[in-house]
């Protein structure tokens, strides 16, 4: 399977850095092609430009060389994995940047005639989240998880409703020990080891 | 009433800035003392840094954002202009949360605790005026999550009696020029309130 991993926090060494990397070692375990895309090294852009809004709905909205190449590894992904912490019940602003900025008309879902959106990620066989909250669970819980929605819900309906999506959590880190916090790593690795893409 | 108007949309044509400019009619009608923030047009920069990172535990803003910080401290009304996108906020806007509302601005967070108390007990209205490109039906099943940040997250840290205001245009991309005018008179009319 072809399998794009996209990591997102600011810190080189973070535990998030570790988190992405566990990911890639379970794929690679299993013989997959993973393609790492770490936004922060990449040193890409999060707001949408007024340029990239004036060309969203035309022929052509990925006018930046970067968005394109990222656009291009999208349509090639089997299964599409985020890792990055949770702030403020969603992604950091560089993820969602990259939401918007990535998967615009013709890469994510296309326009229909009547003006309504249609998916257009069909490549795509499995949506893979894993992210570390500062919350315990049931805060998280009662806020709602806006970052998992919004990739479990939003983008998923752009892939097809049966895609089949995988979710990975570690709640409470701040009061973490360094055990739970290597247990969470083995958990990744070998979760990322045995995944298969249910839709054939 | 001290009002802080945050609005966010790359377009000086948009939709979402004719709405900004009639909340700022509205509430300026009503005498409030404003102050607006209009992050694209001061090139607002909403990457949080591995600087930002490395002090997240300490308190206050960084230099950077201090006076953004200070107005976030100052409001009493705090109004959020934007188009929703995937859902939520545009990372422009999300940006701003991830780098202004931090540590002893908006939140504290004891030693050897995982649940945050509240910071900005100033805030005792937030409103939400936002536009959705697509049906409420469809936003219903994506979950709402702009609406969640703003009304569960984002109220969780502000007065304990806050009050939430959530003004949405569904199926903006379909909707036709009097729905738009429709919404605009819907905004000031619920502002005027």
Redesign the interface.
């Known amino acids: 399977m072809d399998v794009l991993v996209v990591r997102a926090?600011?810190?080189?060494g973070?535990y998030t850095h570790a988190v992405g990397d566990a990911a890639v070692r379970g794929f690679e375990t299993a013989g997959h092609h993973v393609t790492l895309l770490d936004l922060?090294a990449s040193g890409f852009?999060?707001?949408?430009?007024?340029a990239?809004?004036?060309a969203y709905y035309g022929e052509q909205p990925l006018i930046d060389p970067q968005t394109a190449e990222h656009a291009a590894l999208v349509q090639r992904a089997e299964v599409l994995v985020f890792v990055y912490p949770t702030?403020?019940?969603?992604?950091?602003?560089?993820l969602?940047?990259w939401?918007?900025r990535v998967?615009v008309p013709g890469v994510a879902f296309r326009?229909d005639a009547?003006?309504?959106?249609r998916p257009a990620l069909t490549n795509v066989r499995r949506i893979v989240g894993v992210s570390t909250y500062?919350?315990?669970w049931t805060?998280v819980k009662?806020?709602?998880d806006?970052g998992r929605?919004?990739l479990t819900?939003?983008?998923r309906?752009n892939c097809g409703l049966r895609t089949p999506t995988t979710w990975l959590g570690l709640y409470?880190?701040?009061?973490l020990g360094d055990t739970e916090r290597a247990a969470f790593l083995d958990r990744v690795e070998h979760t990322m080891a045995r995944l298969e893409p249910v839709r054939a | 009433m001290r009002t802080l108007v945050v609005t966010c949309h790359p377009l000086r044509d948009s939709f979402t800035v004719a709405v900004a400019d009639r909340a700022v009619t509205a509430l300026r009608g009503r005498g409030d003392d404003l102050r607006v923030t209009d992050l694209y047009a001061e090139g607002f920069d909403p990457l949080f840094t591995a600087r930002e990172r490395a002090r997240h535990l300490d308190p206050g803003p960084d230099p950077a954002v201090a006076g953004y910080a200070a107005d976030l401290k100052w409001c009493e009304r705090l109004v959020l202009v934007y188009p929703t996108w995937w859902s939520g906020q545009p990372a422009m806007m999300k940006g701003w949360i991830d780098r202004v509302w931090v540590r002893d601005v908006a939140f504290d967070l004891p030693p050897e605790s995982n649940r945050v108390q509240a910071r900005l007990h100033n805030v005792r209205r937030l409103v939400a005026i936002t536009t959705h490109g697509s049906s409420k039906f469809v936003n219903a099943v994506e979950g709402e999550v702009g609406k969640r940040t703003v009304t569960r997250t984002l109220r969780a840290v502000c007065h304990p009696l806050a009050r939430t205001t959530w003004i949405a245009m569904y199926g903006a991309d379909t909707a036709t020029d009097s729905q738009r005018r429709a919404f605009l008179d819907r905004v000031e009319r619920k502002l005027r309130r």
């Open positions: 926090h600011p810190q080189q973070s922060y852009a999060p707001a949408m430009s007024a990239e809004r004036a702030w403020w019940s969603g992604p950091p602003a560089i969602k940047g939401l918007e998967m326009f009547k003006g309504r959106v500062g919350s315990p805060y009662l806020l709602q806006g929605r919004m819900r939003a983008l309906l409470s880190i701040d009061t």
